[in-house]
């Protein structure tokens, strides 16, 4: 069964402070890797996908690796408007659905 | 123009009656699915519908009973409502599932069991 882990649970930051979150992820055969933001109140929101090895996608300051392991959102000199909850999901091959983790949830104080 | 549009937003209700939640999109997506999120923001597919055809259904109780009259819209009745039912659902659909095409997903239905 596909499973994801995200950590930190939760990260402070300061404005300007860069940081990255954790994806760990056990899947059979690799669809993609998906990266969403949720702010409280809505659905989810797609930021990227990830589809092998050593890919990298960036948006303004955010980047996404990713290894055949793990998957990084790093981001650079975050502000205020980047707090909100970042969830990693994986598709495999085998379960034709995304599989989810519990999510980092991200505060950026001014 | 919403792209996935779910209603209604809260829904308040006690145990046992019977409630449904709508969901249209208008993306032209073929496969929609139904979210399940947790009080710990954990999201656990419920169901998944491609072309109006059920192609998934997770360990869900039978009080739980999914509806596509088109591509376009999925609905969710839920029977006996029971207290840990509560949750938000949110609806979702997808371009391709099996090139790994992202989840573009509605602003969900809070649903409180009391």
């Known amino acids: 069964e596909d499973q994801v882990t995200q950590s930190p649970e939760a990260l402070r930051l300061q404005e300007g402070e860069s940081s990255s979150l954790n994806c760990s992820y056990t899947v059979s055969g690799l669809r993609g890797l998906f990266w969403y933001r949720q702010d409280p109140g809505k659905g989810p929101e797609f930021l990227f996908t990830?589809?092998?090895a050593g890919e990298k996608k960036e948006k303004e300051r955010l980047k996404a690796t990713l290894t055949k392991k793990e998957s990084f959102l790093h981001i650079t000199a975050p502000k205020p408007e980047d707090s909100a909850t970042y969830l990693c999901?994986?598709?495999?091959?085998?379960?034709?659905?995304?599989?989810f983790g519990d999510g980092t949830t991200l505060t950026v104080k001014p | 123009d919403t792209a996935v549009s779910q209603t209604p937003k809260y829904l308040v209700t006690q145990m046992g009656n019977d409630k449904s939640i709508k969901c249209e999109q208008n993306l032209g997506h073929d496969t929609m699915y139904w979210y399940k999120q947790d009080s710990k923001k954990f999201l656990k597919i419920m169901f998944s519908?491609?072309?109006?055809?059920?192609?998934i259904n997770e360990t869900v109780p039978n009080r739980f009973s999914p509806k596509s009259p088109d591509k376009a819209h999925l609905n969710l009745h839920i029977n006996s409502l029971e207290l840990g039912d509560s949750a938000v659902y949110f609806c979702?659909?997808?371009?391709?599932?099996?090139?790994?095409?992202?989840?573009?997903f509605g602003n969900g239905t809070r649903l409180t069991v009391t």
């Open positions: 519908y491609n072309n109006k055809e059920l192609i």
């Open positions: 990830l589809y092998s």
């Open positions: 999901a994986v598709q495999g091959v085998a379960a034709g659905k995304s599989t």
């Open positions: 979702a659909s997808s371009q391709d599932p099996a090139s790994g095409s992202p989840l573009h």
